[in-house]
């Protein structure tokens, strides 16, 4: 447009012209808010909710579904398999899948197969829920018959459980103290699925597929698949014979004690392994839900007590290795001693007069016993304890150790020595007692305890590592022939197997349980041994824990390890002498 | 002649539409032969899942049969066959001494035995297997 033609406008012209460009320009800016709207809107959804977008699609047609990698089998010495994964199944109803009519056959189908009650599925099915579970983990056979009833809005869920075998009882399985079990959420409870859980478990895999519109797997689809590594097996030191006929006499035992409970230690005095590892009362692993959860507590390991006189082969073994006493030095025990403002006795208060160290272990004196730990002394008499072992946990490879360590020795005090020296005052569980006791059996070398010989293939690490020397050969044969006249002369008498009279060593140990810090008349009564003497093939431990023997609230003696502890000992042993063909040794 | 070479070309020269014709045909049979291997493979898809589902069910099956062979050879079942048999465990009256013996691996082989035969048993057995031969001494003849 021409400059002439511009002037040659009225005066209002320009204000049409200027308002109309004002109107296209108003609407641009409309349209873009508009668009910039819509863009913005476009761009949350496929930026900013992209991933939740995508999430949500993928649920729909895509599947990821996880392959569970196969637990471990445990074995026993001879390979017998002592757990065996078992494939079970669950029944659970979606009700909103169940037609009105169907739902009374429904119902009625569950509660035949399943042995559930009618009523209870029936509430269950008229709900508006969109899952429920009927029954949990059953067998094969009624998934089965489920399956051929075609029930609608029925389904059936596979799950693994670990199945375990028959113990001495209906209720009981083998070993359960020590394997522990597998809940239904895959994790081991207890013993050795808990402590060896990642090593079982494995490593599960997974597999992401398409399903169709009915929910059909398409398994020829594009996927992505990651293998499931399987757990390793695991072979243990334990012989499932020996573990049963333990579990079997220590029940017996128990019930004609009327104790509390009771536990058998058994183990390989050259390597430290166990087996056996019973305790009464026990559980049921395979029914581990309906078990009170007090039985899963393992009283081998869990559970600390004062070892009573047992403790004087770690006390006399330390002062004979340190030279302070020998087996025949000759000392005078009147039966009592104060010590640190305490009085202490003999079990049975008697003036004994001079009698020599190997007659103290025998007829277990406990003034005899504290005589030789002042002999030692003090700092001497401790570093035996830590070198026996029982200052520190056993490390042994099962979940869930207790363990109460000692004051120092700067803290002990006199009279805590004392009675340190006879076993009271002092804690232990077993696994430790157990192993203090086999460094006599095996030479003077303490051999670590452990419960799994082989890892897969691979053999346990600890059974390649040197053993640590406590005592010389030389104290440890001393201390071997003073046990055996514990066994010939002394407190040990009951636990005497034919054929083997000589050629056994024993300790018996009774300690009082204290109750807020006094001594009751209840007792832990135990018995420890090996045989054959010379040659050991197995080292046992037997504690009972409050017995209550006929006839003991007249005489309270009647509940002592060699009353009630050391039978069972002996019924155990007879039955590993039996099975793994032991002769006594050529004297 | 020529004029009749080039008007049978043009008519057999496609137009457009069918060169679209043809394209559109290939297509179509392409799309078809796809969306049959496409049901083929759900189909073979359908029989794989299906045949899981027996493979798994047959696993089921073979952990309860391990389980019962495991639990058949297991002390408490042994123990439990055996009483009802009769069978009872009875506790040695006696034991053999044992004697421990201890064998050197790495100790020298050493001479063989001396042979204790007699001479004159030695010349009869000369004798003897020269006249009627042995079953040795045969076996090393070649016939």
Do not use: C
């Not at chain 1, 949350?44 to 990698?69: D, S």
């Not at chain 1, 029982?390 to 009279?415: C, H, R, W, Y």
């Amino acid at each position: 447009m021409s400059t002439r033609a511009l002037s040659a406008r009225r005066p209002g012209t320009v204000d049409r012209v200027g308002s109309a460009r004002l109107r296209v320009l108003s609407m641009l800016v409309v349209a873009l808010i508009l668009a910039g709207a819509v863009w913005s809107r476009l761009a949350y959804w496929q930026v900013a909710e992209h991933g939740r977008l995508t999430m949500q699609a993928q649920a729909q047609y895509r599947e990821f579904v996880q392959l569970p990698a196969l637990r471990g089998a445990i074995f026993d010495r001879n390979l017998t398999q002592l757990v065996v994964n078992t494939t079970v199944y669950s029944a659970f109803v979606s009700p909103d899948q169940i037609a009105p009519e169907d739902r009374d056959r429904v119902a009625s189908g569950l509660a035949s197969v399943l042995g559930v009650d009618r009523s209870k599925v029936l509430t269950t099915v008229q709900s508006s829920a969109k899952f429920a579970y009927i029954a949990r983990r059953f067998a094969k056979a009624k998934a089965d018959q489920l399956r051929a009833l075609k029930l609608p809005g029925v389904g059936l869920q596979e799950e693994t459980q670990r199945s375990y075998l028959p113990g001495i009882a209906p209720g009981t399985t083998l070993a359960s103290n020590l394997l522990g079990f597998v809940d239904w959420n895959g994790d081991g409870k207890y013993g050795l699925e808990e402590h060896y859980q990642k090593i079982l478990a494995g490593t599960n895999g997974y597999i992401s597929s398409y399903r169709d519109l009915a929910n059909r797997e398409i398994v020829l689809g594009s996927h992505t698949h990651q293998d499931p590594v399987n757990g390793s097996d695991l072979v243990l030191s334990l012989d499932a014979s020996v573990q049963y006929a333990a579990e079997q006499a220590l029940a017996e035992g128990v019930k004609r004690d009327r104790a509390e409970s009771g536990s058998v230690l058994v183990m390989d005095p050259s390597t430290g392994g166990i087996v056996a590892w019973a305790d009464y009362p026990s559980y049921n692993a395979n029914d581990f839900n309906h078990t009170d959860p007090a039985l899963f507590k393992d009283n081998v390991l869990s559970y600390v007590y004062e070892p009573g006189s047992v403790m004087k082969v770690v006390t006399l073994s330390g002062a004979i290795n340190a030279g302070a006493i020998t087996p025949t030095t000759v000392i005078n025990d009147p039966g009592y001693v104060k010590v640190g403002g305490y009085w202490i006795y003999d079990w049975d208060r008697r003036n004994h007069g001079n009698i020599d160290y190997t007659y103290v272990l025998a007829h277990s004196l406990n003034v005899g016993a504290m005589k030789a730990m002042l002999a030692e002394g003090h700092a001497s008499f401790y570093n035996y304890l830590q070198a026996f072992g029982l200052t520190q946990p056993s490390g042994i490879d099962v979940a869930g150790e207790n363990f109460i360590a000692p004051p120092s020795v700067a803290k002990m005090q006199d009279s805590q020595f004392a009675t340190s020296s006879f076993g009271q005052g002092i804690d232990v569980n077993m696994v430790q007692m157990l192993a203090a006791i086999n460094v006599v059996a095996n030479g003077g070398k303490y051999a670590p305890p452990h419960a799994v010989e082989r890892i897969g293939t691979q053999l346990n690490p600890l059974l390649l590592q040197p053993q640590r020397q406590v005592i010389t050969p030389a104290t440890a044969a001393k201390m071997t022939a003073m046990m055996e006249q514990v066994v010939q002369k002394g407190s040990g008498w009951t636990s005497r197997i034919r054929g083997f009279e000589l050629d056994q060593a024993g300790k018996t140990g009774t300690s009082q349980i204290p109750v807020n810090g006094k001594y009751t008349q209840d007792v832990w009564s135990s018995f420890v041994g090996f045989l054959p003497s010379l040659h050991p093939r197995f080292t046992m431990i037997v504690v009972i824990r409050k017995p209550h023997y006929p006839g003991s609230d007249r005489d309270w003696t009647l509940n002592d390890g060699y009353m009630t502890a050391e039978p069972i000992w002996k019924q155990i042993a007879q039955a590993i002498v039996v099975n793994w063909h032991i002769t006594p040794d050529r004297r | 002649m020529q004029v009749a070479g080039a008007v049978a070309a043009e008519r057999l020269r496609l137009n457009l539409f069918g060169h679209a014709y043809v394209a559109v045909g290939a297509i179509v049979i392409v799309v078809l032969f796809y969306l049959a291997i496409a049901a083929q493979i759900t189909q073979y898809s359908y029989d794989i899942t299906r045949l899981q589902d027996q493979q798994r069910q047959l696993v089921a099956e073979q952990d309860q049969l391990r389980y019962q062979e495991v639990t058949l050879h297991a002390p408490a079942q042994v123990q439990q066959q055996a009483a009802q048999s009769g069978m009872q465990r009875i506790v040695p009256s006696s034991y053999v001494q044992g004697t421990q013996v201890a064998i050197d691996l790495t100790a020298p082989v050493g001479a063989s035995p001396t042979d204790m035969t007699p001479l004159w048993l030695r010349a009869v057995a000369i004798v003897v297997n020269t006249v009627v031969g042995t079953r040795d001494v045969q076996a090393a003849t070649k016939h």
